[in-house]
């Protein structure tokens, strides 16, 4: 993956699974030679 900003898109409804309206926390971690970057986030689904 190159630098810089990236986009992921979450689809309620998949093959086999839905999401339904709530939040979800998720975690985001990065490696790289500098070390670990960590960072919790919510999501909101409508």
């Keep these: 993956m190159n630098a810089g900003d990236q986009q992921v898109s979450v689809s309620?409804?998949?093959?086999?699974?839905s999401l339904t309206a709530g939040s979800y926390v998720y975690q985001l971690t990065v490696e790289?030679?500098?070390g670990t970057f960590?960072?919790?986030k919510v999501m909101t689904v409508k």
Excluded: L, S, V
């Design 12 to 17: 309620r409804k998949g093959k086999g699974y």
């Design 38 to 40: 960590r960072q919790c």
């Design 32 to 34: 790289n030679e500098h």
